[in-house]
């Protein structure tokens, strides 16, 4: 099939062909070598439903190409910028349903989970062979998540990790009998002033505590607050805290029915306590 080639302002389009009814895989190549980009076009030429709706050789071309063109796959180059996660980010936030492809010599462990994180939902060498980069593009067009073996092994490695630290006991600071009061009071909605009330000090002083609170279990509000009790059953230790001014708890005051059982006469009547008939 022909097409015209078209210049545009740092971005090389193709032109649509008579076939633009038809359902294509439209594809973005964003690398600064030539030869590459001329490389990958020749093997998309042989799938039917390829199309290659332009070519960046920069971050700033490939950001412009994606926002410009519907773009169902963007092969990114990573090293086009020296801080491709942000790059990443970026691209992300600004074409939401284009599906990013990294492409890479050497992308190593730290990098996959981050690009993986950032929204890149492939991973690819920039060895790699022409099936395999067709049968790519095709996952990750269809909704999945290509990844090597390699690539599959530090992503479950990072989810245990992740899953191990969350799991494990931590040794948790002391935190003393007032501040588990404030914190109970916290996690059942209550306001400063109404904690200030219930402990017997001044609202100064329930925001000071809940400072000192916050730097010992390093959150930074309420809810922050709430969240690391959940986790960390802090909620356990707070609920036994004492909402109170520290005094004992009062009896309470039965009533005269409850102080003194009403006798019965002989008869099994009983008396009446006022005296009316």
């Known amino acids: 099939m022909s097409s015209e080639k078209i210049k545009t302002t740092n971005v090389t389009t193709l032109a649509p062909s008579a076939e633009s009814n038809r359902e294509f895989i439209r594809v973005v190549i964003a690398d600064s070598e030539a030869i590459f980009r001329v490389g990958i076009r020749k093997i ?14 920069n971050l700033a071309q490939a950001v412009a190409a994606v926002q410009k063109f519907p773009t169902d796959i963007l092969l990114f ?28 010599n050497d992308i190593g462990e730290h ?19 022409p099936d395999l980069l067709v049968r790519c593009i ?22 245990r990790a992740q899953a191990a630290q969350l799991m494990a006991p931590r040794n948790q600071p002391r935190l003393s009998e007032k501040e588990l009061q404030i914190i109970a009071g916290v996690t059942q909605g209550m306001k400063n002033k109404d904690i200030a009330h219930e402990i017997g000090t001044t609202e100064q002083v329930v925001k000071n505590y809940l400072r000192k609170v ?14 690391y009790c959940m986790h960390h059953r802090l909620l356990e230790k707070a609920r036994g805290a004492v909402i109170g001014t520290g005094e004992q708890p009062k009896p309470s005051v039965p009533t005269q029915a409850q102080a003194m059982p009403i006798p019965q006469a002989p008869d099994g009547s009983k008396p009446n306590p006022t005296g009316q008939r």
Not at 147 to 159: F, H, K, P, Q
Request: glycine residues 8%.
């Open 138 to 159: 095709r996952k990750v067009h269809s909704g999945e998540t290509w990844l090597d073996n390699r690539g599959v092994n530090w992503v479950i490695e990072a989810y």
């Open 111 to 129: 990098d996959t989970c981050d690009f993986l994180r950032r929204g890149v939902t492939g991973i690819l060498s920039r060895s790699v062979s």
């Open 44 to 57: 998309f030429a042989l799938e039917d439903d390829f199309r290659v709706v332009a070519q960046a050789e």
């Open 214 to 227: 916050y730097d010992k279990l390093g959150v930074s509000d309420r809810l922050e607050l709430a969240l």
């Open 77 to 104: 180059e990573v090293t086009l910028s020296s801080t491709a996660g942000e790059a990443i980010t970026e691209i992300v936030g600004k074409s939401p349903n284009t599906r990013i492809i990294a492409v890479g």
